[in-house]
């Protein structure tokens, strides 16, 4: 994250652009949109060097409100669009924000090669499982039998998993927050700014118009202690409301287990760092209500970034060739002229 000393400091509010927020109320893109410009803020970032990338969808207004440089672009398209922004300026912070729909049904294809790539974006997911701005069809993310205007009769597609599609496509950083907790969401955003490569943040949150309450199992106080496990790096996975459970590996796999009948060491202990994404996998494929979900950092690893790597073929050939002409590049190769033939 790019800071100055030379500049004033700036608070949460200067990040706030002049256009009014048109989500509905007690849409979870207003608390996401509160904490992206209070970590802003708090890490120095500097708005002329801080862009907002976003497709189409509830989640991709957000450009507009952000007093930083945007671009409201393309269904699906907003990681590749955000690629050439990073590669044409590797100096500035270059954010993305979808939704489940955006991300993965039209733009699932850019998504996995801007992962596997390792570009220096920040992604951030908001899912929601359902079709907002289209008025609540099903979306990738889905459960299966979600009824909607498009599935009257409940929904036969089986839905994707945001973070385990991003192991799956070699993430270097891929972290799960939900909306309601602020604190938690700003912890993330941090880690994520402070990465070097592909971030990605899949951010749970109701649609209060069309799937309100998708997650009241994460957000409840009086359930959501037996329903989530937080990650922490080097520590056990221990929950419950009187953090009174653990998981293990049975074999190779999960298994719930009460505290008082085991050894903490029998549990398992998260490795954000390992180099093996089998475990971290693993943990995304716990879900509710069969296990509690997980939510933190699942894996955080360093691998070369993708425009530093473009940029240091880039001066290679220049020190080999010279800097180069457009104009010599376009009369180069094979070419011809059009000769004008009299009229027919």
């Known amino acids: 994250m790019s800071a100055s000393s030379d500049k004033p400091e700036l608070a949460a509010k200067d990040f706030k ?6 989500w509905c109320p007690g849409c979870g893109d207003h608390s996401v949109l509160v904490q992206v410009q209070k970590v802003l803020a ?3 970032a500097r708005r002329e060097q801080t862009v907002f990338v976003s497709g189409i969808g509830c989640s991709s207004r957000f450009p507009y409100y952000m007093a930083t440089y945007g671009f409201h672009s393309i269904h699906g398209r907003a990681p590749a669009i955000a690629t050439g922004v990073k590669c044409a300026n590797p100096d500035l912070d270059v954010w993305v924000v979808t939704g489940d729909g955006d991300a993965l049904s039209i733009g ?43 599935s ?3 929904s036969i597609d089986h839905p994707i998993h945001p973070v385990s599609i991003a192991i799956g496509s070699e993430i270097t950083f891929v972290a799960r927050t939900v909306d309601v ?127 530093k790597l473009l940029m240091d073929q880039i001066d290679a050939e220049r020190a080999k060739r010279g800097p180069g002409r457009l104009e010599k590049l376009f009369r180069s190769g094979s070419i011809w002229e059009v000769a004008e033939t009299g009229a027919a």
């Open 17 to 22: 652009s002049d256009q009014q927020v048109k």
């Open 42 to 44: 708090a890490l120095g």
């Open 108 to 150: 699932g294809n850019h998504i996995l090669h801007t992962i596997r790539r390792n570009v220096g974006l920040k992604i951030i997911l908001l899912n929601n499982r359902i079709y907002g701005l289209t008025k609540g069809q099903y979306s990738p993310t889905s459960e299966f039998g979600t009824r909607t205007k498009s």
């Open 152 to 154: 009257p009769t409940g």
């Open 181 to 307: 907790d602020v604190q938690h969401v700003q912890y993330v955003l941090r880690r994520a700014a402070a990465h070097k490569g592909t971030a990605f943040i899949e951010v749970y949150q109701n649609c209060q118009v069309y799937n309100a309450n998708a997650y009241g199992w994460a957000t409840d106080r009086e359930t959501k202690g037996d329903n989530v496990v937080y990650l922490e790096h080097g520590k056990p996975l221990i929950f419950g409301k009187n953090r009174d459970k653990g998981i293990r590996l049975n074999g190779d796999v999960p298994e719930i287990v009460a505290l008082n009948q085991v050894s903490p060491d029998d549990l398992i202990i998260h490795d954000e760092k390992a180099a093996d994404p089998s475990m971290a996998f693993r943990l995304a494929r716990m879900l509710h209500p069969e296990f509690p979900e997980p939510l933190g950092v699942f894996r955080a690893i360093e691998k070369p970034v993708y425009e």
